[in-house]
C-alpha cells in the first residue's frame, strides 16, 4: 500500500512528557501537511511543508510544538511537556498539486491521548 | 470564529432515498469548496469539489450545490446507500493558501 502512513496510531502520554510522531508521505508528494482534530471538530491546519521548507505555520501551533520534514520526505511533529489540551487525532497529509485540496491525501491519524 | 459552519451534528436517512447535507460559510475569500468523508479510525478522504465559478458539480450519485450569495453550499447524496453512512465534512480554500478550513461535520447514517 501506498497511501499516507502514520506511526503509531495511539499514543497515551503523562502530561509534561514529549511526544514525537511520524508521517511516511506518498513517495511522489512533496507536499506534506499536519492538521489537529479533537472531539467534535473538524480537522484544524497546523502548518505544511514543500519539500523541506515548512511555509506555513498556524497560530495554534504554539512554541511546544515544532515539525520537520528533513530531505523532503518523512515529517516529524514534536510535542514537548504536553498538556491534557494536546488530546487529539494528529493528522498527516500529503499532495503533488498546489492549492487544490481533493489532491489531499489523508492518513489515519495519530490519536494522543494525555494523562 | 466557525468560518466554515455545518450546522447540524447528525442526519439519518432511509436507504434509497436522498441525503441532503448543508453547509455555510463566512469568508468571501473562499473560492473553492469540498467536502471530505471520514470513516472511523480513518483519515478524511476526498469526495466532490466545487469552485466559486460554478453553482453545480455532479458526481455519479453525489452532486454539490453552491450559492455564493447565500454563502451556502449542499452535498446531495442520491439514493443514498448504507455504505455512505459516515461523518462528513464540508471544507473551503482560499486561492493562493494551502490551508483547508473544515466544518466540524455532519454524521450520516442511512438505515437500510
Known amino acids: 500500500d501506498t497511501g499516507v502512513s502514520q506511526d503509531p496510531r495511539h499514543k497515551i502520554t503523562k502530561r509534561g512528557q514529549n511526544v514525537t510522531f511520524r508521517c511516511d508521505p506518498i513517495s511522489e508528494h512533496n507536499r506534506l501537511y499536519w492538521y489537529r482534530q479533537t472531539l467534535g471538530q473538524g480537522p484544524e491546519f497546523l502548518t505544511y511543508?514543500?519539500?523541506?521548507?515548512?511555509?506555513?505555520k498556524s497560530r495554534l501551533l504554539s512554541d511546544r510544538f515544532s515539525a520537520e520534514r528533513p530531505k523532503g520526505s518523512f515529517s516529524t511533529l514534536e510535542i514537548q511537556r504536553t498538556e491534557q489540551g494536546d488530546s487529539a487525532m494528529y493528522l498527516c497529509?500529503?499532495?503533488?498539486?498546489?492549492?487544490?485540496?481533493?489532491?489531499?491525501?489523508f492518513g489515519s491519524g495519530t490519536q494522543l491521548s494525555v494523562l | 470564529d466557525q468560518q466554515v459552519k455545518q450546522n447540524s451534528p447528525s442526519l439519518s436517512v432511509q436507504e434509497g432515498r436522498i441525503s441532503i447535507l448543508n453547509c455555510d460559510y463566512t469568508?468571501?475569500?473562499?473560492?473553492?469548496f469540498l467536502w471530505y468523508k471520514k470513516y472511523p479510525a480513518e483519515g478524511p478522504t476526498f469526495l466532490i469539489s466545487?469552485?466559486?465559478?460554478?453553482d453545480k458539480n455532479e458526481d455519479g450519485r453525489f452532486t454539490v450545490f453552491l450559492n455564493k450569495s447565500a454563502k451556502h453550499l449542499s452535498l446531495h447524496i442520491v439514493p443514498s446507500q448504507p455504505g455512505d453512512s459516515a461523518v462528513y465534512f464540508c471544507?473551503?480554500?482560499?486561492?493562493?493558501?494551502?490551508?483547508?478550513?473544515f466544518g466540524k461535520g455532519t454524521k450520516l447514517t442511512v438505515n437500510p
Open positions: 511543508f514543500q519539500n523541506e521548507a515548512q511555509l506555513e
Open positions: 471544507a473551503a480554500l482560499r486561492s493562493g493558501s494551502e490551508k483547508l478550513v
Open positions: 469568508n468571501s475569500m473562499f473560492d473553492y
Open positions: 497529509a500529503s499532495s503533488f498539486l498546489q492549492g487544490s485540496g481533493e489532491k489531499l491525501f
Open positions: 466545487i469552485s466559486s465559478i460554478k
